[in-house]
């Protein structure tokens, strides 16, 4: 499996990106979607996730109400959508995905990787 993320740039605060994530390859039997997000010096962490059923979704404490996740099946893409954006999002956004049955905040719990997109928030 194949991730291509795209959508990061240059944003001043208040402002929104989109952000995608195409899957491709043996796609099938991917459950869970995420958006992880590195800033520099820091840990990765989880932004946001999605079941492949809709049923599940997760956001970080830090973007709830601001950020919104999606998916559409039939492209395998996952949206991230990022509204009222602060200077502390700027890192550069990874898009992850798992084939657990179970969800799970962990890194380890996600099998394959995309490239990362950056995405830089003025004051």
């Known amino acids: 499996v194949q991730l291509q993320a795209s959508g990061g740039g240059l944003v001043r605060a208040g402002g929104s990106l989109r952000l995608s994530c195409a899957a491709s390859?043996?796609?099938?039997?991917?459950?869970?979607m995420g958006w992880f997000r590195q800033a520099p010096g820091k840990e990765r962490e989880l932004v946001a996730a999605?079941?492949?059923?809709?049923?599940?979704?997760d956001y970080a404490d830090s973007v709830k109400g601001r950020f919104t996740i999606s998916r559409d099946n039939a492209k395998d893409t996952v949206y991230l959508q990022m509204d009222s954006l602060r200077p502390n999002d700027t890192a550069v956004y990874y898009c992850?995905?798992?084939?657990?049955?179970?969800?799970?905040?962990?890194?380890?719990?996600?099998?394959?990787w995309g490239q990362g997109t950056l995405v830089t928030v003025s004051s």
């Open positions: 999605i079941s492949q059923s809709f049923s599940t979704t």
């Open positions: 992850a995905a798992s084939a657990n049955n179970y969800y799970s905040r962990a890194l380890g719990a996600y099998d394959y």
């Open positions: 390859g043996r796609t099938f039997g991917i459950n869970f």
